[in-house]
């Protein structure tokens, strides 16, 4: 392999490779991508254990609109790829409360508007203001031409919708608890659940931290293409490794890359199969990862240090990965679910869970009759690493104890019927990933202008990028694979 010149080698098929992979393609380059797993998606992966068939995170995924990206890449590259649109989208379940997300946003405003001793009008002018936040920011992920790299005409783009973004100027680097307060919100439970609930798993950090414009447009996720991929969401990640071979891209799965190292005229990557050589190098792990890779020790590369520090700040995830009978009387589709125990406490381990549940539609998941059910909950990655490996193992036992209890608590007619369990640690993510110490989420998004402060592909050495949820636009599947679609652009630009 090492005799070929790639004008690009992508390192890891998780939605950010495979963003870039397929849209250097799609430009007509000469593209390697390597996978160290023997399957495809990263983070957004659906693994197989004991015959069954996982999520490797509890979550939906957005983007799946007609004229949004993945939806672009379903009909434009015909995926075998078939998307269930649930409703509702999500359930918020608390002591006391239940709340239904449907696919009609004004549902949902409407619920929280007639709980007794709402504010109705201080609920009402917040979603006025998050819609139009909201409205500014998401044109950018359904037409990924308006993110940088920029040229004239898309500058020129930005001015004619320059009045949109101006809601946003207010509330730069400061917290959606700000906002809250400025519409007297600050004290109605019912909404500070549902975005702490709902920002713990987008912008991985609680409502009162979160970078108000960042939280207004992860607001929007349920409404912005949201589906269920039959079959678990590595139906998709398979589906674009395809469609990357059949535009002439090379796929090497089970192909885990050691170390990238400098030649003359480009890079040469070393993995378990061979040598690669390369003008650029995607890599699409994180800036520990990209460290590794490197053999790149502290202090050599500061952006990547700095990186690596906010990741480091973040989350691990404690999972549940259960096999269960549905309850009498379902309807047969698959179910998400945000679990909340304590509304006072903080949303993660074990007090906040995501659970999300699998369809009789989803063939080869599970055995005729039984689903399969994926159960998260955060757990601070500082706290973990300071841990001995017996105190590790102590503390996930407590904590996997209290998921279960917490479940049959507020997930009753699900939990009645377990047929087989398994546990999991960020080490068990780790495993099932590749990613590094298990970490979940990326960047903490909290309240800060250095949320700003790169706004555009990542290029961490000449010809060496960093795509994934640590870097711009950030969280989720689909901002990920945007990412990746602006850094392939980059690299057109300069081959």
Not at 222 to 228: M, P
Not at 276 to 288: F, G, I, K, Y
Request: aromatic content about 8%.
């Amino acid at each position: 392999m090492a005799d070929t010149w790639y004008d690009a080698v992508v390192v890891g098929a998780g939605f950010g490779g495979l963003g870039t992979a397929l849209e250097l393609c799609r430009r007509g380059a000469r593209v390697a991508l390597c996978e160290g797993l023997n399957y495809p998606g990263g983070c957004a992966s659906t693994f197989r254990r004991g015959g069954y068939g996982f999520e490797s995170g509890a979550t939906l995924f957005s983007g799946f609109g007609e004229h949004q990206l993945f939806g672009r890449w379903i009909r434009e590259h015909a995926l075998d790829v078939t998307v269930d649109w649930l409703d509702p989208l999500v359930e918020l379940r608390a002591p006391g409360m239940r709340l239904q997300v449907h696919r009609d946003r004004e549902r949902l405003i409407a619920q929280l508007c007639a709980l007794p001793g709402a504010p109705v009008q201080g609920v009402r002018r917040f979603f006025e203001l998050q819609a139009q936040v909201a409205g500014a920011l998401w044109p950018l992920f359904d037409d990924p031409d308006l993110l940088p790299p920029l040229n004239l005409k898309t500058l020129m783009r930005h001015a004619g919708r320059a009045w949109s973004y101006a809601p946003l100027a207010r509330w730069l680097g400061r917290p959606l608890g700000a906002v809250l307060a400025h519409h007297g919100l600050e004290g109605f439970t019912p909404l500070r659940t549902y975005l702490d609930a709902l920002c713990q798993i987008t912008v991985q950090c609680p409502a009162a931290e979160a970078e108000a414009p960042f939280a207004f447009a992860a607001m929007d996720y349920y409404w912005r293409g949201t589906g269920h991929v039959r079959g678990g969401i590595g139906r998709l990640a398979t589906a674009l490794t395809k469609a990357i071979s059949a535009r002439g891209g090379d796929v090497f799965m089970a192909n885990r890359v050691r170390a990238v190292t400098p030649v003359d005229g480009g890079w040469r990557v070393t993995a378990r199969r061979g040598e690669l050589l390369a003008r650029h190098v995607v890599t699409n792990v994180l800036p520990q990862g990209l460290r590794t890779l490197l053999d790149a020790p502290v202090g050599r590369l500061p952006r990547v240090d700095a990186l690596a520090e906010r990741v480091d700040d973040g989350w691990g995830a404690a999972m549940l990965y259960l096999v269960v009978r549905p309850p009498e009387g379902d309807s047969g589709g698959a179910h998400h679910f945000e679990l909340v125990r304590d509304e006072q406490a903080p949303f993660i381990e074990g007090n906040h869970l995501f659970a999300s549940i699998s369809g009789a539609a989803d063939e080869g998941r599970a055995r005729p009759g039984q689903r399969t059910m994926t159960v998260s909950t955060h757990v601070p990655l500082k706290k973990v690493a300071g841990m001995t490996a017996e105190q590790q193992a102590s503390y996930f036992a407590g904590l996997h104890a209290r998921m279960r209890e917490n479940l049959d608590a507020l997930l009753p007619e699900w939990t009645a019927n377990v047929v087989h369990a398994m546990t999991g640690s960020p080490r068990t993510f780790q495993r099932f990933t590749l990613r590094e110490a298990g970490a979940v989420g990326g960047v903490p998004r909290r309240a800060g202008l250095d949320n700003y402060r790169i706004l555009g592909p990542f290029q961490a050495q000449r010809g060496v990028w960093l795509v994934g949820d640590s870097v711009f636009p950030g969280q989720s599947t689909l901002a990920t694979a945007v990412g990746g679609v602006r850094t392939a652009a980059s690299i057109a630009a300069v081959r």
